[in-house]
């Protein structure tokens, strides 16, 4: 079964728990062990607020990266922990109460801390020193007031392995659902739903030295995600760190970015990482059993309680819940249990996380990636050596070819159990193919290298049931023609704004027009002005461009099928789906469409005349976690439009509580081009800037930049960097 992200609003809580770390509140011998420990590391704050973290260990480098996370966004850190240890009720309320009953049945705190325990040496020191970094903050700054969190835990990161923002392996089944099993009630309250088709995505890009200027290998990373959910740093240590890139808030590893030889980039996945299982519940002497292989096997009952916020006290709610042998009961469905298998956290996706930023070069990276812990990515690499490479996923069970796994499976019989892992070499992957570049727009891997791509009858359809995206028909089209290619030629096909899923959308709406709608009708002489823009559009969405406006409004408007983005084996995929609605829709699925549209904006604006840059606009006037926008303030007109219709910059905006204008959320965030040669060149933008307190300058100095796609040059170098310096000093100072 594919996941679905999990985008509830992350918000933020912590107990105090017993391990002998660090807090607020403390010993004199602790602070002076963190005092010393400081020493060891310093920050060079460079002129953008990048921290560039020098420690003498790797674990001095982790204690300095996440104190700068800390100085940067403490709440967003606190925020990330929060959600994975299943607390956000008692901040929010009732209103999520089982969206942590979610999280405590996938996410089990009392395995992270068993998994602590057991830890490698190398890798219990790396968790000490994220949990003393952001404690040694905490004392330094009693001015900062967690909203729960006022010791962090060494075992924390086991919470969360893989980086990504949050996606949680659920095989398609809803919060809603395991609300209505654990509760018997079907309102749609106390819980919020996960968004199966995310419309934004990331885009990554490979480009072999046959295909480059310089006869470099170049990398281009554009994760999509939450505005302002990872900052830009680099961490070093002498024990061979030198990683530069995006990290998630509160987590210790560079996430998608490069060291001095290589690079990496993640593209979330539809690979088949989870599986429904519908179990056979028998009820014997009271007690509750499962059959499985002709035996009964009694349900694992595990109580769990949840406290939630209710006119200011904690008020706490206990849960009977039940797992078989796949995993925890989460719903309930045609009359039978259903289990979930997946692997949600593991101490073997944190170990790959950490290693692979080490790699020095193709082999390396390899050793890590047959690791086959990475369950929510793909991975578009490039190094120094000129190597291109593409991963479709990581962690890909063994399971019979016979059944579609798209489905729920008979929990009875040992014949649906996983039977190990997948090897590397058996999964979808390309290693330099001769076209001299590769792609992933979180679609099908069968085109990430054009007519070089893997063949997709050599590959089970568990392994890859992810469609095409009108993103990556824009990358194909960009990167087939493309040659000599430097850092800028990169950033300029990224920036590559065209919305092809008009290509096919809008002839069809202009046919319907001109063969149905006559001029003695209303509609003519209402949309005949409309219909000329969109005739003679060139499908690029700009700032000035009133076509991109009614465009983008109308199709949000349409059927809601070409919208699906994720799909299971045998489904059409979202490309399929508009070409097949374009083709036979009806003039009352196309024209009445556009009419609301008009009518919208006129009684708006007073007019249908508006550029899409007057209403998609970029706004940040807080550092709040759940921003909140306001026409009256400062903002600025954005030319991108959204991934789902085929832009490469993503920019995905709505209309938010009393605005008339539409207000980015997520899209473009980090973006980086790099070069690998005997030196490190390297170009990257944030959205926004790099600070999360409205105080700093370093809040909003990449805003203007932003809005025009223009990058800063990435300081990767000590002396490059000490060039530069805003601020040098060790955490504490």
């Not at 729960?148 to 392995?161: D, G, I, M, V």
């Not at 302002?228 to 560079?254: D, K």
Request: glycine fraction near 6%.
């Amino acid at each position: 079964m594919k996941f679905f992200k999990n985008h509830v609003p992350l918000a933020v809580l912590v107990f105090c728990f017993s391990f002998p770390m660090f807090s607020q509140n403390t010993t004199a011998a602790a602070i002076e062990r963190l005092k010393k420990l400081a020493q060891q590391v310093t920050i060079i704050r460079d002129n953008w607020g990048i921290a560039h973290v020098y420690g003498k260990t790797d674990a001095d480098a982790v204690f300095g990266m996440l104190y700068a996370q800390c100085e940067d966004d403490f709440k967003r850190v606190e925020m990330n922990y929060i959600e994975k240890l299943g607390r956000l009720s008692e901040i929010k309320g009732q209103s999520v109460l089982y969206n942590d009953l979610e999280i405590k049945l996938l996410i089990d705190a009392n395995e992270a801390k068993a998994d602590y325990k057991k830890a490698a040496p190398w890798l219990k020191k790396l968790l000490n020193s994220y949990a003393d970094g952001i404690n040694f903050y905490l004392h330094n700054h009693p001015e900062v007031k967690p909203a729960l969190l006022t010791h962090f835990e060494p075992w924390f990161p086991l919470l969360w392995t893989d980086g990504s923002i949050g996606a949680i392996s659920t095989a398609g089944l809803s919060t809603g659902e395991l609300k209505v099993f654990y509760s018997g009630n079907t309102d749609k309250v106390a819980y919020i739903e996960r968004e199966k088709d995310v419309q934004t995505g990331s885009n990554g890009f490979a480009i072999a030295p046959s295909k480059t200027a310089s006869g470099n290998a170049i990398l281009y990373i554009n994760p999509h995600t939450t505005f302002y959910f990872r900052p830009e740093i680099q961490m070093n240590s002498e024990e061979g760190l030198n990683a530069y890139g995006a990290v998630t808030w509160g987590q210790f590893f560079i996430y998608q970015g490069f060291n001095e030889n290589c690079g990496w980039m993640h593209t979330s996945s539809n690979v088949d990482v989870a599986d429904m299982y519908a179990e056979k519940i028998v009820t014997k002497n009271n007690k509750l059993f499962y059959e499985y292989d002709t035996k009964l096997v009694p349900v694992i009952e595990k109580k769990i309680t949840i406290k939630y916020l209710e006119n200011g006290k904690l008020i706490p709610k206990t849960f009977n819940t039940y797992y078989t042998n796949h995993g925890p009961i989460m719903a309930k469905r045609d009359g039978k249990w259903i289990s979930l298998k997946s692997n949600n956290r593991s101490m073997k996706s944190l170990e790959q996380s950490w290693v692979r930023t080490k790699s020095k070069g193709f082999e390396d990276y390899k050793k890590a990636m047959d690791l086959k812990a990475n369950t929510s990515n793909n991975t578009v690499y490039a190094d120094k050596e000129g190597n291109i490479a593409y991963w479709h996923g990581n962690y890909i069970p063994i399971r019979d070819k016979k059944l579609n796994w798209s489905k729920v499976m008979d929990g009875t019989t040992p014949a649906t159990q996983w039977k190990g892992l997948h090897e590397v070499s058996e999964t979808v992957h390309s290693y330099n193919p001769t076209n001299g570049w590769l792609q992933n727009c979180n679609a099908t891997p069968y085109t990430v290298a054009g007519d070089n791509s893997p063949k997709e009858e050599n590959y089970l359809p568990y392994m890859a049931p992810d469609g095409e995206s009108f993103r990556g028909l824009n990358a194909v089209r960009l990167l087939s023609k493309g040659n000599t290619y430097t850092l800028d030629k990169v950033i300029a096909d990224g920036y590559d704004t065209k919305l092809t899923a008009f290509e096919f959308l809008i002839p069809s709406l202009i046919s319907s027009f001109e063969k149905n709608i006559s001029k003695d009708n209303v509609l003519y002489s209402e949309l005949s002005g409309p219909i000329t823009l969109l005739k003679n559009w060139d499908y690029y969405a700009q700032e000035n461009s009133v076509s991109t406006t009614l465009a983008i409004e109308w199709a949000y408007k349409l059927d809601p099928i070409i919208q699906k983005v994720y799909i299971n084996e045998g489904e059409m995929d979202q490309v399929e789906n508009t070409i097949n609605f374009a083709k036979n829709a009806t003039p009352d699925q196309l024209v009445p469409q556009l009419q609301m549209v008009i009518n919208e904006l006129k009684n708006k604006f007073g007019t249908w005349q508006i550029p899409w840059g007057e209403i998609n606009r970029f706004q940040r006037t807080t550092g709040d976690i759940n921003m909140t926008y306001n026409d009256t303030l400062q903002s600025l007109p954005i030319g991108y439009g959204p991934a789902l219709w085929g832009s490469l910059p993503a920019y995905k905006s709505n209309y938010q509580k009393d605005t008339k204008k539409r207000y980015g959320t997520n899209g473009n965030s980090f973006v980086c081009a790099v070069e690998f040669g005997t030196k490190i060149k390297a170009k990257s933008l944030l959205a926004g800037g790099n600070s999360g307190d409205p105080k700093s300058k370093h809040f909003y100095d990449q805003a203007e930049m932003y809005r025009k796609g223009e990058f800063k040059d990435v300081l990767f170098y000590k002396e490059d960097i000490q060039k530069n310096a805003e601020r040098t000093y060790h955490p504490g100072e």
